[in-house]
């Protein structure tokens, strides 16, 4: 007996392809120009795995992140790892991983998002890593953000969220406490080409710390 072809399972694997105008996470910049993000996943019940990069068009920004996270009902724990092959020196390599001279950024963190009710809360903080200051103390930087997203219809939506930083941080150069680093609107819709729908998003954002705004917008590519 043969399996039956026709019979279609449902990939646990994705990948998808982000066009922006310019990388902003957390308020805060990563390079010059348009970037590209390349990305691949896998999800398995509540188990989810990823493998990103970031790419500037005009090289001033490069990076490769990797994750795991698991998601019970409304909560999810996760570790990240940030590397940027562009800001690290010539001695450092991707596989060296003392704590004392690593370029890798780890980064915990746990998320609630209500299922109910729109709201999202996130809690982070690097907890291993170059996340340090000039005397080179593990600074453990930590940050807090709060959102919500409101819905139109199927294909547009708003989502408002406002982020700080708990401690002396990377988000404040390691010279301040809390404060608020990021503010961010962003609208999220869809081109139509026929049945084809590109999702597209606008976001504005502030960063009140260093008294700068940015806007930007993106293009979505899954497969």
């Known amino acids: 007996m043969f399996a039956n072809d026709s019979t279609k399972v449902a990939s646990p694997f994705s990948a998808s392809l982000e066009l922006s105008t310019k990388y902003m996470w957390r308020g805060i910049e990563y390079g010059t120009a348009p970037t590209v993000f390349p990305m691949i996943g896998y999800g398995y019940k509540g188990f ?9 068009v005009n090289g001033s920004h490069q990076e490769v992140d990797l994750g795991v996270s698991y998601t ?4 999810t724990v996760g570790v990240s790892d940030y590397y940027y092959p562009s800001a690290v020196g010539e001695k450092d390599g ?12 780890v980064e915990a963190y746990a998320t609630w ?24 103390k593990q600074m453990y930087s930590s940050y807090a953000e709060v959102g919500y997203t409101y819905s139109f219809n199927d294909n547009n939506s708003m989502a408002l969220c406002i982020g700080a930083n708990l401690n002396k941080s990377f988000y404040t150069d390691y010279q301040s406490g ?15 080409f026929g049945n084809y ?12 710390y260093k008294n ?12």
């Not at 680093?181 to 869809?190: Q, R």
């Open 212 to 223: 700068k705004s940015f806007f930007t917008m993106s293009l979505y590519f899954g497969i």
């Open 178 to 192: 809390f404060n608020v680093v990021n503010i961010n609107a962003k609208y999220n819709t869809a081109f139509k």
């Open 48 to 56: 989810n795995a990823f493998a990103m990069g970031a790419y500037a």
């Open 197 to 208: 729908k590109l999702p597209v998003s606008a976001s504005y954002i502030l960063n009140p």
């Open 113 to 136: 998002t209500g299922e109910k009710i729109p709201l999202w809360v996130t809690l982070s903080t690097y907890v291993f890593g170059a996340d340090k200051n000039e005397d080179g």
């Open 72 to 75: 019970v009902s409304e909560f």
């Open 94 to 105: 991707y596989f060296k991983l003392s704590n004392r001279s690593t370029g890798h950024w």
